[in-house]
């Protein structure tokens, strides 16, 4: 599987001579959907068909992601949002509502802040805020996100070793996330392992900007507020999540969701149930 079935494939261009891999299905009100760390719009699959249904429905891989260009620059989140933005627009939208899952769900926040007349309704499955993140990242918690401050390293050894061992490396995360390990079938965990296999640099560059310029972005920002409506789903994390991002969002509607990382594996119909309301 490459894409989404029923979904139709595009090439989208965005800035700087980079296109995007975009998979687009159904009719109706436009929502985006990013995906995370590490897969690729597949992980949309079973939720994008259930929109489908009375929206348009538009799945990227983001870019240093799966079928989409892998430049050598452009990884601070806010040129990635921007990139969203172009592709919403190539597509007829110059408005629509946005969630992103993990990595997507950074990008989908940049997008909040860069372009809030764009964004209608702002979804983030499973994720903090970049500066919560590094804040709350202390002590022997930290341990289950030793990748964030491997692939932080300057250029060069990050690549070395996770390139050694790709699969290795990226497996364990699809392994150690899942609560459901059928969520993620044989065949989608093959692809999202010659996906990730294929963009070791620009994977490693996207971790990067999140603790470098995206920072600096985020630390620019601290104290301006979403305009837009914002739903956010996380796992109980064993502390609460819901006033760090209430500084970002007075519109807030945070859950708790009681399943693994992969959420919109493991229970697309909540997902897709919350996302329609």
Avoid at 38 to 50: E, G, I, S
Avoid at 184 to 197: K, Q, V
Wanted: aromatic share 8%; with cysteine; glycine share 8%.
């Amino acid at each position: 599987m490459t894409t989404i079935p029923g979904f139709e494939p595009h090439r989208i261009p965005v800035a700087d001579d980079v296109s995007l891999h975009v998979a687009v299905g159904g009719a109706g009100r436009p929502i985006v959907l990013l995906h995370g760390f590490p897969q690729t719009h597949l992980m949309w699959r079973h939720v994008a068909t259930d929109l489908a249904a009375d929206h348009t429905v538009i799945c990227p891989d983001l870019r240093g992601y799966g079928a989409s260009d892998k430049p050598a620059h452009g990884y601070d989140k806010r040129t990635m949002a921007a990139d969203i933005v172009a592709v919403a627009a190539a597509l007829g939208h110059d408005e629509f509502a946005l969630a992103g899952h993990d990595r997507g769900a950074l990008v989908a926040f940049r997008a909040g802040l860069d372009h809030p007349t764009k964004i209608t309704r702002l979804t983030c499955l499973d994720v903090l805020p970049t500066l919560d993140m590094w804040d709350v990242m202390r002590g022997t918690s930290a341990a289950v996100g030793f990748h964030l401050y491997l692939m932080a390293q300057p250029p060069g050894l990050p690549e070395q070793l996770i390139s050694a061992a790709p699969d290795a490396f990226f497996g364990h995360f699809l392994d150690a996330w899942t609560r459901d390990p059928q969520a993620i079938p044989p065949e989608i965990r093959a692809h999202y392992l010659a996906a990730c296999r294929n963009a070791v640099p620009s994977i490693v560059a996207d971790y990067r900007a999140s603790a470098t310029i995206d920072v600096e972005h985020d630390q620019q920002d601290r104290g301006t507020q979403f305009q837009m409506p914002v739903t956010v789903l996380q796992q109980d994390w064993g502390f609460g999540g819901e006033e760090l991002w209430r500084a970002w969002a007075p519109k807030l509607d945070h859950r708790t969701v009681h399943c693994g990382h992969f959420m919109a594996e493991e229970d697309p119909k909540l997902i897709a149930d919350v996302l329609r309301a």
